[in-house]
């Protein structure tokens, strides 16, 4: 099943599928190891939602739900 990461809750974890993103941000992803087949786990969410913490190649990773919403992951069901 596909989900977008800005909408994964606390403790999911997901692969990135493919990510879909203008090329300044594409590229900034890949430069963070946020590449397609990488395991990404939803660490913590801000008070106001925003930014979300990742951890992602053994390191935690802040995103903004505008960096997360281009990345599309695939979840078990």
Known sequence: MEKLLKSFQMNEIGKVKRIEATSRIRQRLFDM????????LLKK???????????????????RKSEAEGIIMEVGE
Do not use: K, N, W
């Open 33 to 40: 190891g946020i590449t397609p087949g990488t395991e990404i």
């Open 45 to 63: 969410i801000a008070p106001l939602g925003d930014p979300i913490e990742v951890r992602v190649r053994g390191y935690e990773l802040s995103l």
